[in-house]
């Protein structure tokens, strides 16, 4: 049984009688549920039984401002133009700024006059433990509301800040898309050198005929696990493009469910993850196809270097009434090192025949012909290699979703593989 985080602590964090309500029945369930082991098929490439759950206490609160931080301010620098800037310490929401103020509503989902009917709009049923503990001790959960038939340019940038030795953390993000608009957000997810565990849980309701991109940029201290749950859900007409750039951590897990609920619904998913030293970047993709006429794309592109290993595993679920589904999934890594290692599981779940669905993985090390035609025109083996990677992370950085966040992701790989500037 998970007993570490009470129930009692939940009941302590403040908030109008529904959210207490619903900490309160997600921290029974908590308290009554096995800690997942590697028996089960989706833990079985973790390392879930590395983690030792008393080792951490839920986080107490903040200190201080991030924003003074240098890598906290280097991000603020590279958005000159935001509709909203965000920004979350330790999973309380402590700034918030907006240029955009009509038809945009960014804040404590407390304050929100929905907020309650948000709250588990996209995942209803927890998707592991990690996700209902964020249920139980979310302290803070953030929303973002656009309205329907409004068109926001302008990136929503959001920044978490997360440190305190031994703390335990939970942000939870929660974003609804009025049906026909339209507006990009970016998370920036960082940790200091402490010894952190963070939960963190997304949820993204894109309603008819709205388009809506979302970023993801993970650079977590060494000494962080992270266990992230994302969950969507598409209507009839509309576009999500969900993104992510994954690079720090000790262990990082990253679960997606993309339901398309929706005749006509789209989901792209894409990453770009870089793991180094003896790190473990691991994801679990859901693409669920529930209506007629939808279409799923995932791209996901990864390097391991040292002794790091790298983990995907996806499902294409086409239900029995989601016929004209079109549903592709594609994952590819690239091996620096003989010591790093990197596993690719795609899976088929087809429930209707009048369907095109593939999947496709790679894993191998770097290309020699490539490696030797750069080498032949003068650059030195380890930079012939820096632009291989750059290279190779170049279909899924320019198709990012947010074009103010690309020099900052080019800059995360160029630090991964070296101080030296490609």
């Not at 992230?228 to 897990?253: H, N, P, W, Y």
């Not at 003989?338 to 770097?366: F, M, R, Y």
């Not at 820096?386 to 690309?406: K, S, W």
Request: net charge negative; aromatic share 8%; with cysteine.
């Amino acid at each position: 049984m998970v007993s570490v985080f009470a129930p009692d602590q939940a009941r302590s964090l403040d908030g109008p009688d529904w959210l207490r309500e619903w900490r309160r029945a997600a921290a029974e369930r908590v308290a009554a549920s096995p800690m997942p082991t590697t028996e089960e098929e989706v833990w079985r490439y973790s390392r879930i039984g590395d983690l030792a759950l008393d080792h951490y206490a839920l986080s107490d609160g903040t200190a201080g401002d991030p924003r003074a931080l240098p890598q906290v301010q280097s991000i603020l620098d590279a958005y000159v133009d935001s509709a909203a800037i965000v920004i979350v310490h330790n999973g309380h929401v402590i700034h918030i700024d907006r240029t955009v103020t009509s038809g945009l509503y960014v804040g404590p989902l407390a304050d929100y006059r929905a907020g309650a009917s948000m709250l588990g709009s996209a995942s209803p049923t927890a998707t592991d433990v990690f996700a209902e503990m964020n249920n139980a001790f979310a302290a803070d959960p953030l929303a973002v509301v656009v309205d329907a038939n409004v068109e926001i340019e302008a990136p929503i940038v959001i920044v978490h800040w997360n440190d305190g030795a031994g703390a335990a953390i939970f942000p939870r993000l929660v974003v609804r898309v009025g049906a026909n608009s339209h507006a990009v957000l970016v998370e920036h997810v960082l940790s200091s050198d402490d010894s952190l565990m963070l939960a963190p849980v997304v949820e993204l309701v894109v309603e008819r005929d709205a388009r809506f991109g979302y970023l993801n940029v993970q650079q977590l201290g060494a000494k962080t696990w992270q266990i992230a749950s994302q969950s969507s859900t598409v209507d009839a007409g509309a576009t999500l493009t969900a993104s992510a750039a994954v690079f720090g951590g000790e262990s990082a897990r990253q679960r997606t469910d993309c339901r398309l609920i929706g005749r006509g619904a789209t989901g792209i998913l894409q990453a770009l993850y870089f793991g180094s030293d003896d790190q473990l970047l691991d994801f679990r993709t859901f693409q669920d196809h529930a209506a007629r006429d939808t279409t799923s794309n995932l791209l996901f592109k990864g390097v391991v270097d040292d002794r790091a290993r790298s983990v995907y595993t996806g499902l294409i679920h086409v239900r029995p009434d989601a016929r004209g589904t079109n549903a592709f999934q594609t994952n590819r890594n690239i091996k620096l090192s003989d010591d790093a290692w990197a596993e690719s599981v795609p899976n088929l779940q087809i429930e209707n025949n009048d369907v095109k669905c593939s999947h496709a993985s790679t894993v191998g090390p770097v290309d020699e012909d490539q490696r030797f035609y750069l080498e032949s025109r003068g650059l030195h083996p380890s930079r012939a290699e820096r632009f291989i990677v750059a290279g190779f992370f170049d279909e899924v950085l320019q198709a990012l979703p947010v074009a103010a966040a690309h020099p900052l992701v080019a800059a995360a790989i160029t630090a991964k593989l070296g101080k030296e500037t490609l």
